[in-house]
C-alpha cells in the first residue's frame, strides 16, 4: 500500500546506510521508500545510467553497499519517471535522497523536497559571512557544485570524499583541508553521509560539521500525515 510520503534514492531502497538517520525523524509505517534502481542489475544500471564523457556525474550506494557512478541527465529523466509515479499511486510528499543539481523536476500536485533548491540558501541563511566548506563524494562535482552554492556570502571551498568507500582517513584528511583553507563550517553534501561521519570530524575539527541529509529530514518530518 502506497503511503501518502515516500522518500526517493537514485540508488536502491532501502537506503540502509543512512535509513536509521532518516527514520530517527520520520515515522516508520507512514513512509514508503522507492529507489531509482530498483531492481535493476549491475549490467542494466550501466546500459541505462553510465555517464558519458561530458556528463554531469552522480555517486549513489547499491544494495550490496558498493558504489557506483550515474549520469545526472539520465538520473534525472528516471526520476522524473519515479516521480510521475507515485504521484498516480496517490503519494502527496516526495523527498529526493540526493543533494546532485537538477532543473526540470517537477509535481502536478505533490510536494516535492529537492535538497538542492533547499539546502544551500539554508546554510547561507545560517551561517551569514562565515566561510562554509563542502564535501563532495567525486573530483568532478568541485566544479559542478560552484553554481548550486553561489548565492553563499563568501564563496566556499571544497574537498573531495565518498561516504561510500569506508575510508575514514580520506574524509578526515579533505575535512582538515577545508578548516587549513578558513572553513568556520563542514557541510557534508552527499546523501550518503551519515552519524558515523559526522562523529568522525567531530574528533579532529573545532567547527560545526553539518548533514545535509539531516537537514532534510528534520524537514519532511514536519510534513508526514
Known sequence: ????????????????????LLMAHLPAGSVTHVGLLDGLSTEQIEQRYAPAEGDAV??????DGSQVKLAAPRVERGLQEKIDVLEALGCMTILLLCTGEFNHLHTNNALLLEPDRIIPPLISSIIGQHRA??????????????NKWRKLAKAPCFAVASP??????ALTEAAMRLAEQGAEVVVLDCIGFNRHHEDVLKKHLNIPVVLSNVLMAKLAAELVV
Not at 1 to 17: H, K, V
Not at 58 to 63: A, I, N, Q
Not at 133 to 146: D, F, K
Open 58 to 63: 552522480l555517486v549513489t550506494r547499491l544494495l
Open 164 to 169: 561510500y568507500l569506508s575510508d575514514d582517513q
Open 133 to 146: 566548506g563542502i564535501v563532495v563524494p567525486v573530483e568532478s562535482q568541485v566544479v559542478e557544485q560552484a
Open 1 to 20: 500500500m502506497m503511503t501518502s510520503f515516500a522518500t526517493l534514492t537514485i540508488g536502491q531502497a532501502p537506503r540502509s546506510d543512512i535509513m536509521p
